[in-house]
């Protein structure tokens, strides 16, 4: 089993920072991409940011030069940093992860427990 355990939510004013981290564990051998995705309230769950391990990285339109995400493979951890906050960017934001536990083993998709983001004056 695999693990993801987010952190670094919190309550922040609009034009505010916040960096988020999502570590994960348990029966890894490999991690190929890493996301952060959000959901707001009577909203769909969508993609905010992902990379992949290469360092190939993919950004949501509203996110772009605001948010930046970056990983360290050593650690199997990846983060989420946010600048210049909106109130349109509340939402729980969850970790995921695609993850190999063996070497011959299919990759499969694990989610964090979810942590509150919310940009409110």
């Known amino acids: 089993q695999v693990q993801l355990v987010e952190s670094g939510g919190g309550l922040v004013q609009p034009g505010g920072s916040l960096r988020l981290s999502c570590a994960a564990s348990?029966?890894?051998?490999?991690?190929?991409?890493m996301g952060w995705y959000r959901q707001a309230p009577g909203k769909q769950r969508e993609l905010v940011a992902g990379i992949t391990s290469g360092g190939g990285t993919k950004y949501e339109d509203s996110v772009k030069g605001r948010f930046t995400i970056s990983r360290d493979n050593a650690k199997n951890t990846v983060y989420l940093q946010m600048n210049s906050l909106k109130p349109e960017d509340t939402a729980v934001y969850y970790c995921q992860a695609t993850v190999r536990s063996t070497d011959s083993g299919p990759f499969r998709v694990y989610w964090g427990q979810g942590t509150q983001v919310t940009v409110s004056s």
């Open positions: 348990g029966s890894i051998f490999s991690i190929n991409f």
